[in-house]
């Protein structure tokens, strides 16, 4: 961990939420102290109400019960636009979506948007889509997507977003799980210039249900499908022109969406999200973690088939009023600096990324930012897994110039909204730390049987005082969510998450606490060894899982992707092993390094651990379910690299 600090740049707004750190931790205190005043306020600063609530809070951490905003009224689509229409900013820009293909582009002024979505909605209708009806949406990354969530929304229906890189099997259970009563989904999507088929898995998923919802079909890449009479239709043909469906009247705990998570063992779980805490904690984030504005265009590069593309590319930028970029397309088509040439040419303000984007653009050399006018951002943002301190410098120094903010956030599909994070012109930045709970959120490190947690000592990072955004339940099963998350540690929500404080308060996300490898009786967390493979000179990219030794118990495997210049022989290998030596000690030297070009991903950008583990080991014989990954020939390629490391096995 490294102790250096990089000193935020002065605010430029004279209303930032936090502008100091006095100012956090003067509201950090009056939020603990006061709940129930601190997120009343909130609620009614950032939101606006048909009713207000009766009681702000009525929550146990012990028996995993939370209520919010009990009594008020309110509906997600009217907060996202049509305040913003009413308050004259309808001819203002909400929405800017590029393809991946170079031409294509399309904008929404927020009147444009309120009429898409008014339209939607009128179409659901008239497929008898009621208040808590079950609506699935499997869509590539298209303006419809959007529109059909913010629909569901208006009409009070509970959106499920499903991935369009799962597969039909992945589908079918998410349908049967959820009973849905319509399925949104397009003929096919482009992907690295080809055209990939989308309407066929809905078919294949549909085959194997019991259920038999209507299929609604956007027409986007124009490819042959096959279209099943009275249960098939066109988007394009079904939609109502003009309609005027006024919003639904939403209860503040009315279900808003679910959203389904895939755990290490077990079938998917359908995380349940309601809408007056949710929207409550979404603005509120949007508010102190990025300072969103009007006028900013804001872009999170986020699929919405993940809680990211959720509160951050749809409900937050709309709630606060802002634009919002959607892109379709992978950052490396056709060239490497497509991300870059968006920011150039929409004049992006805000950029939120994946390290692992992060990671493998930096690999391709600082030559492809260069070409492209960034100077329009002015401020950037990493989520989703631990950023190694060499790839945030990375980003900070290329692509924000070394001259703005960057956001390390930490945060779950069940927490609904950022948890930890630095407040952009108020925090000292660590390079790879995520910083410090924002205001309202009280995080601790714990470890069993009750043991005092020494500064920088692992522990499971739990969190102790509800929040509106917080889940409130997994949907059909309330015993597996209070055992999952709240029966470790009494009064405290488990976040299966392992982290370090260090001398100055500071948090440093180790990653899944069940990704810790016992060697020799030494527990190390992947994601720090990770870290200090990533710092050296040559390494793009690393990914450690632990495999079976017979006398250590667990020994560590280390995947390395090179930058380009470097080659993965003998002394690659010796230069890596006497840096891991150096810089954390003997005992975290893996064992084997197989160098590789790919790590096998979801198009999200998430490494398949999973995979690399069976890999590893050599058990290969039933990978499971490899529909999530972006790339299946990466598989194929790993196995034989590891042959050619172990021909005898």
């Known amino acids: 961990m490294t102790k250096e600090l990089i000193y935020p740049p002065k605010a430029p707004y004279k209303d930032v939420y936090v502008s100091d750190m006095e100012a956090y931790r003067q509201l950090q205190k009056e939020a603990l102290a006061n709940p129930e005043t601190y997120w009343a306020n909130r609620a009614e600063e950032l939101l606006t109400w048909y009713k207000k609530w009766h009681t702000v809070m009525n929550c146990d951490m012990k028996t995993a019960h939370f209520e919010w905003f009990l009594g008020g009224e309110l509906n997600a689509s009217y907060n996202c636009l049509d305040r913003h229409v009413e308050n004259g900013q309808g001819d203002k820009i909400a929405l800017i979506w590029q393809g991946e293909q170079l031409n294509a582009r399309k904008t929404f002024t927020y009147k444009e948007l309120l009429q898409e979505v008014k339209n939607c909605a009128a179409m659901l209708q008239k497929h008898k889509v009621e208040k808590q009806d079950v609506v699935l949406i499997y869509m590539p990354m298209i303006p419809e997507a959007l529109i059909a969530m913010l629909a569901c929304a208006r009409l009070g229906a509970i959106h499920v977003v499903v991935f369009s890189g799962f597969s039909a099997n992945s589908l079918r259970d998410r349908l049967q799980d959820s009973g849905a009563k319509v399925i949104f989904t397009a003929d096919g999507l482009f992907r690295n210039g080809r055209i990939l088929s989308l309407k066929s898995n809905v078919d294949d998923a549909l085959l194997q249900c019991e259920i038999m919802p209507h299929v609604i079909v956007v027409q986007h890449t124009h490819s042959e499908i096959d279209i099943f009479q009275n249960r098939d239709f066109w988007w394009h043909e079904e939609i109502s022109s003009d309609a005027n469906v006024p919003p639904e009247k939403m209860a503040a705990e009315d279900i808003l969406f679910m959203l389904y998570t895939s755990g290490s063992t077990g079938k998917p779980k359908g995380v349940v999200h309601t809408t007056g805490g949710y929207l409550t904690f979404t603005a509120h984030t949007m508010n102190c973690v990025f300072d969103l504005r009007p006028e900013d265009i804001y872009w999170c590069t986020a699929d919405i088939g993940w809680i990211t593309g959720h509160t951050y590319l749809t409900y937050g930028p709309l709630l606060m009023g802002s634009t919002t970029v959607v892109f379709e397309g ?69 692509i924000g110039n070394s001259r703005i903010p960057v956001v390390d956030t930490w945060w779950q599909t069940e927490c609904g909204g950022i948890m930890i994070s630095g407040m952009p012109y108020a925090t000292p930045m660590k390079p790879g730390s995520a910083s410090l709970p924002i205001p309202g959120i009280q995080v601790k490190l714990s470890k069993s049987f009750g043991e005092t947690v020494e500064q920088n000592e692992d522990a499971n990072l739990t969190i102790t005082a509800p929040w509106p955004g917080i889940m409130r339940g997994l949907f059909k099963d309330s015993e597996r969510f209070k055992s999952a998350y709240f029966s470790h540690f009494e009064g405290e929500y488990l976040s299966g998450d392992g982290a370090k404080q260090d001398e100055d308060g500071y948090y440093w996300i180790l990653g899944r606490m069940d990704d810790v490898i016992n060697v020799s009786g030494h527990r190390l967390g992947t994601a720090e060894i990770e870290s200090v493979l990533a710092a050296h000179k040559a390494v793009a990219e690393a990914a450690v899982v632990g495999v079976p030794h017979a006398i250590k118990g667990e020994a560590l495997y280390a995947y390395i992707t090179l930058k380009s210049g470097f080659v993965g022989d003998e002394e690659m290998r010796t230069s890596l092993k006497k840096w891991v030596r150096t810089e954390s000690g003997s005992i975290s030297v893996p064992d084997t390094f197989q160098f590789t070009e790919n790590l096998p991903k979801t198009r999200s950008g998430k490494t398949l651990r999973r995979i690399l583990r069976k890999i590893a080991t050599g058990d290969v014989g039933d990978l499971g379910d490899t529909s999530a990954i972006a790339d299946p020939t990466t598989i194929i390629t790993l196995i034989e690299e590891r042959k050619e490391l172990f021909p005898s096995k």
């Open 330 to 398: 992978v950052p490396t088509w056709p060239e490497p600096n497509r991300y870059w040439k968006i920011i150039e040419a929409e004049r992006a303000t805000i950029f939120y990324t994946a390290p692992t984007v992060i990671r493998s653009l930096l690999r391709l050399g600082d030559e492809w930012p260069a070409s492209c006018d960034l100077s329009s951002l002015r401020l950037l943002g990493s989520v989703g897994e631990p950023i190694n301190s060499d790839a945030w410098m990375w980003y900070y120094k290329h």
